[in-house]
Nanobody, 115 residues
Framework: QVQLVESGGGLVQAGGSLRLSCAASGSIFSANIMAWYRQAPGKQRELVAAMTSGGNTNYADSVKGRFTISRDNAKNAVYLQMGSLKPEDTAVYYC?????????WGQGTQVTVSS
């Protein structure tokens, strides 16, 4: 059983920064992809950033240059450093772990950016 626990969300003013953390536990195969998704009210869940266990990254165009994903493979943890936050970044942010054909999700953490 794989579990993901996120932390670090909150309320921040536009232009501010936040760091999200996600720790995975359970049977985790070393080759995997860890990612952050977000879902705003009335919108579909979208990929924010992803990182393979080998270090390759992928970002949504809307966050390039502002957000940085990183991970600690020894701890099975992934982080999202968010800077220059905008009101449109407001959403519930979900941690995702993909191992082969299996997808695992965290419970989500709310990020609210005030203007």
């Amino acid at each position: 059983q794989v579990q993901l626990v996120e932390s670090g969300g909150g309320l921040v003013q536009a232009g501010g920064s936040l760091r999200l953390s996600c720790a995975a536990s359970g049977s985790i195969f070393s080759a995997n992809i860890m990612a952050w998704y977000r879902q705003a009210p009335g919108k579909q869940r979208e990929l924010v950033a992803a990182m393979t266990s080998g270090g390759n990254t992928n970002y949504a165009d809307s966050v390039k240059g502002r957000f940085t994903i990183s991970r600690d493979n020894a701890k099975n943890a992934v982080y999202l450093q968010m800077g220059s936050l905008k009101p449109e970044d407001t959403a519930v942010y979900y941690c995702n772990l993909r191992i082969r054909l299996s997808n695992y999700w965290g419970q989500g953490t709310q990020v609210t950016v005030s203007s």
